[in-house]
């Protein structure tokens, strides 16, 4: 069990390459919303290990919210001349979640490839939709999808809230397929629904062909957008818990018996206050980080898209940003 936990560790750094150095840790509230019997935090990418779990846990539903159409994320950015050290990023933003205030921007309405940040808008229609301990058999599509992919086996039976951590911790892109099925009956219909929600946030330079970003042609985003969409997700209880979660431990089926999940989010671990959200790689996109943070009551997005210094580009904004609103 030592040695498959150690694999499980190793692959979750591999997926998260990029990231500064550290030690994947569980913190106390980092408990999922699931029930005791399932789940334990404490891992990495759909590693099989045999484990128990005692975790005492309740379950929260999610709510619909209603959107703020163009008023999500507004400017012009206060910040404007304010960053010292130049960002590795082709485009970022820095928005205050609590107002949608923008504090500064580079680039912020240039549509770029998004990779896996693809998953926030996948997620906040998914948890509207299904709930968490709704079981969902695997459709074999699902199966073949490209990677990366945790290994769901066609005809198994998933609860829905093993899948959301899969897809927002691993990044599973078969988790996100399953989801966008289970949640919209097909994969055109769902993403239909995301195509319609971004116009309904107001994300005029957003477009989904995929409910994983796995496939870069078509699915492009903005640093403006997707701070408006993450502004819209970070509502949802079950949104925040989840992409906080440092590591899980989850409860499988034989002859699976457990699998452990290690948030690719490194920020998680290494900054202070960092509560979310994704990260996001393809060779067309670069590497894309979605974060946020909280200090003294008040929440900042960063979003940073085609950096080669994902980490130290992020905290460099919500150092920026903390410098303003807690002055």
Known sequence: ????????????????????????????????????????????????????????????????????PLTLVHGPPLLARRLKAR?????????????????????????????????IMTALLA???LKPHQVITVDRAVTRVPLVREG?????????WKLFYAMLLYSGNDDALQLAIAAGGSKATFLKQMNDE????????????SPSGVIDEGNYSTAWDLAAVTRMALRN????????????????????????????????????GANGVKTGFTHLSGWCLVSSATRRGHTLIAVV??????????EKLLNLGFGYVLS
Do not use: C
């Open 1 to 68: 069990m030592g040695l498959a936990v150690l694999a499980a560790l190793l692959a979750g750094a591999w997926a998260g390459s990029h990231r500064p150095s550290a030690t994947a840790q569980a913190a106390s509230n980092d408990t999922p919303i699931i029930a005791a019997e399932d789940v334990s935090t404490g891992g990495s990418s759909g590693t099989a290990t045999t484990t128990s779990a005692t975790t005492t846990t309740t379950t929260t539903a999610a709510s619909p919210v209603d959107p703020e």
């Open 87 to 119: 960002l590795a990023a082709s485009a970022a933003i820095l928005v205050d979640a609590d107002t949608g205030q923008v504090l500064w921007s580079l680039h912020p309405h240039q549509r770029r490839p998004i990779a896996s940040t693809t998953k």
């Open 127 to 129: 948890l509207r939709t």
């Open 152 to 160: 769901l086996r066609t005809g198994e039976r998933v609860q829905a």
């Open 198 to 209: 971004a116009k309904r946030l107001g994300m005029h330079d957003t477009h989904y062909t």
């Open 237 to 272: 209880p079950t949104f925040r818990k989840i992409v906080r979660t440092k590591l899980v431990h989850v409860k499988w089926a034989a002859p699976t018996y457990s699998k452990i999940y290690v948030n690719n989010n490194s920020l998680l671990r290494v900054y202070p």
């Open 305 to 314: 898209l085609n950096s080669g210094d994902m980490y130290r580009d992020s």
